[in-house]
């Protein structure tokens, strides 16, 4: 179970949530970017590479027995702000479709450069799993 948090008399922001509270297990993802499970690129545009790493997150986590809506917090890594904001419908509907909801902290931030030369985003996550989920293991 998890709760948006918005104080008494702010305006509700809209993409995603000031803050979250939630109590449960506990699961870190890393960066993930926009190759697909055989670390290839299959795409060399922005939103091709988003949607790809919000999948590689929504996998990491089905893996710990989450699903998206343990999401509690996301960070963008973006090497180009203008083809990110060019990119927000087709990311916007894939993020409905994968994740489902906008309940969840996140923050966006331009880098000069990602580790891997043709990634233009990199999506980092952490969720929390309620108590009384089944937690699966690798």
Known sequence: MKQALLPAGWVKPRGYANGVAASGTQVYIAGQIG??????FTSREFGAQAVQALRNIVAVL???GGKPEHLVRITWYVTD???????LKEIGAAFRELIGDYDIAMSAVQVVALMEDDAK????ATAVIPDDAHLTRQ
């Open 35 to 40: 190759w697909d499970e055989n670390a290839r």
């Open 62 to 64: 089905e893996t710990a």
């Open 81 to 87: 702000k203008q083809e990110y904001l060019a990119s």
């Open 121 to 124: 985003v990199e999506i980092e």
